[in-house]
């Protein structure tokens, strides 16, 4: 593939807080919502969707193409991109599952936490390299400090 070493995803602090709030605050229904950022892979801020799936809310979440071109165009009109999206698995370890593959974009992010008896758990990053390819995980960066507070840590003001 042209993409031998994919580039690791990087969440903020707050992204990463926001996702398992919403998560835990679901629980025991799955949670999703929306990943944007400037640049793939640098998520930045999420975006929480209802779930649409009212048959089985427990055990798979369903993004509405309208909620799906909402949010897309909320991102384009402020000049940053859907990267993807994220959603939870209630009791299950956060690995994707095959409707999960199924309801995949190649070139968007799947992320998933695990939420396990109402506490937050394992979060995990993965995206489809091709056609017909199953997930290949991705190194996640989660928590990173948010870019405008990164100088802080390199420098001390002058006095
Ligand atoms: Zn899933």
């Known amino acids: 593939m042209s993409d031998p070493e994919p580039r690791p995803v990087r969440l903020t602090r707050a992204v990463l ?3 398992r709030a919403e998560a835990t605050r679901a629980y025991p229904h799955e949670a999703c919502g ?3 950022g400037p640049a793939p892979g640098e998520v930045r801020e ?3 969707l ?3 799936d009212e048959d089985s809310p427990r055990t798979r979440f369903a993004v509405s193409p309208r909620d799906y071109m909402a949010v897309e165009s909320a991102a384009d009109a402020r000049g940053v991109r859907l ?3 994220w959603h939870s698995h209630p009791d299950h370890p956060a690995r994707p599952s095959a409707t999960d593959r199924r309801y995949a974009w190649e070139g968007l992010l799947t992320i998933v936490i695990a939420v396990e008896r109402g506490t937050p ?3 995990t990053a993965w995206d489809v390299p091709g056609p017909d ?4 995980q991705l190194t996640l960066v ?4 948010e870019p405008a507070s990164a100088p802080q840590e390199v420098s001390c003001p002058p006095s």
């Open 34 to 36: 929306a990943l944007i």
């Open 121 to 123: 758990r394992d979060i």
């Open 50 to 52: 209802p779930n649409q």
């Open 46 to 48: 999420t975006l929480a």
């Open 142 to 145: 989660a928590g990173a400090p």
């Open 17 to 19: 807080e926001e996702i």
């Open 133 to 136: 390819q199953p997930f290949r």
């Open 83 to 85: 990267l993807g999206f």
